[in-house]
């Protein structure tokens, strides 16, 4: 049995956080065949090759979906993204081969345990199914309640049967086109408006993002309904979902090992961004802010305990 996964990059930029995360893929569900569907507009076939070869050595396929730039002419980006990010609302209605479940990854991601818990998951009538996204951005612009679940779709398992039968492809698109700039998550935007009170919200296991460390012990376990602990530790699949990425010098993600691990395994090792001295001057600067903000909050937790 093959199970049905995609993710997608415009160009070379993200080629190899791409292949990083195929590989933690494949080597933590060896027993496990993947047909992997890469969205993506320009990639040469040198590094279509070094995928493919990645894919065979563990039992799996590459399918390559060239992308038209057509597709996504006039679609709302920024600097920090560009269109590839829309690859994702395109992946459900381009991967055409009988199967009733995708699971999309994005390329900053790490599988660091086995996933198969996730496509033996009942769907039912849900389209898709996500983790909830720790601080949605004033998402009653969207008409959706400030207090409503809303998901990040870094991780999104599809129901491709309920997706085909109701044409969610064409829905999305017209969305996309009329609301252009207001969707200010782009492609997340999109799919939460449609999808964020249809969806199963998973374990926050299976998307484990950054400001899981920037927001309060109580704030994780009332919007998730675990102990903190849980979702702190032990994730299934890290998606490391800022600018700052875990191959820059400056990342401090206390995952940031977990990514650079699996990267020494890759022929990329030197990908990962060498310290320079203005590099290693703004880290301490950084270092020294942190602690400072940090020894800050607690003479005001202090104060109020007082009061």
């Given amino acids: 049995m ?57 039992g799996s396929i ?33 991967v055409t081969i009988d199967t009733n479940r995708l699971l999309f990854l994005d390329a900053d991601i790490i599988v660091n345990g086995s996933i198969q818990p996730l496509f033996d998951m009942h769907l039912g009538n849900a389209p898709l199914c996500a983790v909830k996204d720790v601080a949605p951005y004033k998402i009653e612009r969207l008409g959706i309640a400030p207090d409503a679940d809303y ?11 309920l997706w085909r039968k109701n044409e969610y492809h064409h829905s999305l698109l017209a969305n996309i086109r009329e609301m252009n700039d207001r969707y200010w998550l782009f492609d997340q935007d999109a799919l939460n408006h449609l999808f964020y009170d249809k969806a199963i919200y998973l374990h926050p296991k299976w998307n484990h993002q950054n400001i899981f460390y920037s927001v309060s012990r ?53 990908f990962e961004e060498k310290p320079t001295l203005p590099l ?28």
């Fill in 2 to 58: 093959q199970y049905h996964v995609a993710t997608a990059t415009y160009d070379s930029v993200y080629y190899i956080p791409m292949y990083v995360m195929l590989l933690s893929l494949m080597e933590n569900n060896k027993d496990m065949a993947f047909h992997v569907h890469v969205l993506y507009n320009k990639l040469s076939d040198t590094e279509k090759t070094k995928l493919e070869k990645l894919a065979t050595a563990n």
């Fill in 62 to 94: 590459i399918e390559w979906i060239k992308m038209d730039d057509d597709a996504t002419r006039g679609f709302y980006t920024s600097a920090y993204l560009n269109v590839a990010t829309y690859y994702r609302i395109f992946a459900p209605q381009l």
């Fill in 151 to 161: 998901f990040n779709a870094g991780v999104i398992l599809y129901n491709l049967d």
């Fill in 218 to 270: 109580h704030y994780l376990e009332k919007l998730y309904n675990y102990p903190a602990d849980e979702v702190l530790y032990n994730p299934v699949i890290i998606h490391y979902n800022t600018q700052l990425k875990p191959w820059h010098y400056l990342s401090t993600h206390p995952l940031k090992n977990v990514f650079i691990s699996y990267l020494h395994k890759t022929p990329f090792t030197d």
């Fill in 280 to 307: 290693r001057l703004k880290k301490l600067g950084n270092r020294i802010m942190h602690k400072l903000q940090k020894f800050k909050r607690a003479i005001t937790i202090n104060i109020d305990k007082r009061r």
